[in-house]
């Protein structure tokens, strides 16, 4: 039989880098979960991620038991790393923070393809390119 879902939440959390504190310990705490198995078998599965943000699914079941899925980074993280940039620009009509070329686009958009709502390579591209303008970047014609 099948366990019972009591509850989905999704977080970000910084690769290897969960710990009891908030936000995780008090997004999973009212659930009655042990937060520091769930932060040891984060940090175990996400310990050759770098420094990256992870966003995660994480299924608690009635029984207190929980089990999580790894997303991929989030395209403004992948941006800024690919620009080695610290945050996107403040004001992104006025101040460009850098230029993301073709090829670079098409890397970001084959790394988030899973994760993405979009049926080609192409629709793919034309996402992370939208991110990368909200974020002040410029792109090369597509």
């Known amino acids: 039989m099948a366990k019972k879902v009591k509850v989905t939440l999704k977080l970000q959390i910084s690769a290897g880098k969960a710990t009891p504190a908030p936000p995780i310990g008090t997004a999973l705490g009212p659930h009655g ?19 990256s943000v992870i966003p995660i699914v994480i299924t608690i079941y009635e029984d207190r038991s929980f089990d999580f899925i790894l997303k991929t980074p989030p395209v403004s993280d992948m941006i800024k790393k690919v620009l080695k940039k610290e945050k996107g620009s403040a004001n992104p009509l006025k101040n460009k923070i850098g230029k993301l070329t073709k090829v670079q ?3 970001i958009a084959e790394s988030k393809m899973t994760d993405l709502n979009a049926n080609s390579i192409e629709a793919a591209e034309k996402i992370v390119a939208g991110t990368a303008r909200s974020m002040g970047v410029e792109v090369e014609d597509v």
């Open 33 to 51: 979960i042990n937060i520091m198995d769930f932060c040891n078998s984060f940090n175990t599965k996400t310990k050759d991620k770098g420094d």
């Open 105 to 107: 686009l098409r890397q």
